[in-house]
């Protein structure tokens, strides 16, 4: 008998445990207010455990608009997810929030398994509302 496995019948294990939700803060106040053209800076992270990490999406709460990666900078290692997230205010973000999902994927095609079971895991932050003062 071969030692050798035909790759296509391999099934991975697949695993994720998320410890607890997403951890958010940001530089904004409570109430939101910030100047014009001045930099807003938000970060979440997720613990978790297993070899399937949560992934993070930030989008403007008004225009549904996804924020692009020149903006985001993303960080993943064995144990944790953080995702920054760096603008600068201007009019057009103001009265809308920021906001931060976190969730699990659907496994990469490139991975063959036969399991059923994705973890069903989402959690949504929202920024206070942005005010954001026109500079004279």
Request: net charge negative; glycine share 2%.
């Amino acid at each position: 008998m071969s030692d050798e496995v035909d790759k296509h019948s391999q099934i991975y294990g697949i695993m994720i445990i998320v410890d607890g939700n997403t951890q958010c803060s940001t530089n904004l106040s409570a109430s939101g207010a910030i100047q014009e053209y001045d930099v807003i800076t938000m970060t979440c992270n997720i613990k978790y455990r297993g070899n399937w990490a949560p992934v993070m999406r930030w989008f403007n709460s008004v225009t549904r608009h996804n924020f692009t990666d020149d903006v985001i900078t993303m960080t993943t290692n064995d144990t944790t997810v953080t995702s920054e997230l760096t603008v600068t205010a201007t009019a057009d973000l103001h009265r809308s929030q920021i906001v931060c999902v976190t969730f699990v994927t659907q496994l990469p095609t490139s991975l063959p398994t036969t399991a059923k079971n994705i973890p069903i895991y989402k959690y949504t932050w929202m920024s206070p509302t942005l005010n954001v003062l026109c500079k004279f």
